[in-house]
């Protein structure tokens, strides 16, 4: 049952991934919400870093495959680094995931606050995958904004890592639904409609402010004519 669940968040994970460019299927992410509900669940803290270490290993083999696809081009005299480019890189970012959810359990208790716990977490893991090592801070949960200009105004606000952990809260909302929490998973869910409508009012101030200053210098070329 255990290497059940791991497979099932894998593929979760892999196919939350095609949430971000260059397929942008925003509601992919929502598959985030089964890990983080069976890591909730989970009776020990090895099944939990199974989960989460599955869940990173889907989502960034998912997310990382054009590595893999780089060493194929032109002569592919590097063909022979192909497992560690599409599984070893993956596998190896995949710790990331896989520490934050070991702390997750550990601290947690209930299963609600493990799921919290574990949002938290991944967005400091994915601090820490951004600068350690000189970093790799691509394929983070927060370049999903990147689907419409208006979620995109929100990277002015708060910047990748402020990203990361709202797309999160936003991802793993549904799983709430089923630890009863469902004020919290409602709240969590809203993020992105309101990040939107925010975004949505400043393209559209921009909009007029740009037709004001049009306006303004065509009627001062009016006057010097």
């Known amino acids: 049952m255990r290497w059940q669940i ?14 971000l460019p ?14 983080a ?7 020990t ?36 680094l192909l497992p560690f480019a599409a599984l070893g890189i993956p596998a190896l970012l995949a710790m990331f995931w896989c520490v934050a959810g070991v702390f997750a359990w550990k601290l947690g208790g209930q299963a609600s606050r493990r799921i919290t716990l574990f949002i938290l977490f ?43 952990l709202l797309v999160l809260c936003f991802a793993i909302s549904p799983a709430y639904f089923f630890v009863r929490q469902r004020p919290l998973g409602i709240l969590f869910f809203c993020i992105m409609p309101l990040i939107a409508g925010l975004g949505a009012i400043r393209l559209a101030d921009n909009i007029d402010g740009h037709n004001s200053i049009v306006t303004n ?9």
Do not use: D, M
């Open 6 to 19: 791991a497979g099932l968040s894998a593929i979760a994970g892999a196919v939350a991934a095609l949430c």
């Open 22 to 35: 260059p397929l942008n299927l925003l509601p992919a992410v929502f598959c985030l919400a089964y890990p």
């Open 37 to 43: 509900l069976q890591l909730g669940r989970a009776k």
């Open 45 to 80: 803290w090895p099944a939990a870093a199974l989960i989460s270490a599955a869940t990173g290993l889907g989502w960034f083999t998912s997310s990382t495959h054009w590595i893999a696809h780089s060493l194929l081009v032109g002569e592919a005299e590097f063909w022979f």
């Open 122 to 164: 991944l967005g400091l893991a994915e601090f820490a995958r951004g600068h350690i090592a000189t970093g790799f801070p691509w394929n983070a949960p927060g370049y999903l904004v990147s689907v419409h200009p208006a979620l995109l105004q929100s990277a002015s606000w708060f910047g990748l890592y402020g990203l990361n």
């Open 217 to 225: 210098v065509a009627a001062a070329q009016k006057i010097r004519l």
